[in-house]
């Protein structure tokens, strides 16, 4: 029998999982004093749909996700690897409340690390 393995996108939920994982995820950031003013002028609603989109893509999922440039978007807001590594904290911990085994969690951990450089200003390469 071949049976099909499905994608981490299916895995959490398709879209509906998508959009709660990103509702989460960003109340837990906006909970972390130690990352929560890296949004305080961004426009939330803006900021969560661009995320669903990223996060369709890089489960596996429909995607129209613009690939803007990350490295310009985040130039210049100071955002370091322990601001970075808080940001992928929360974002474990979100996806400890989906049924997601611990080997998918790192993987999305993974993808997410591929973004480090772009995003920092002094990283190190992965911070997981």
Known sequence: MNEKKSTLYERIGGQDGVVRLVDIFYSRVLGDDSINQFFSTTSMDQLKNMQQEFFSLA???????SDIDLSMAHKGKGIQTRHFKAFVEN????????????NDRYEIISTLNTYV????DDSPGSVI
Do not use: C, H, Q, R
């Open 59 to 65: 489960l596996g999922g429909p995607s129209k996700y």
């Open 91 to 102: 974002l474990f911990s979100t996806l400890a409340e989906f049924d997601l085994n611990e």
């Open 117 to 120: 450089e772009e995003i920092t």
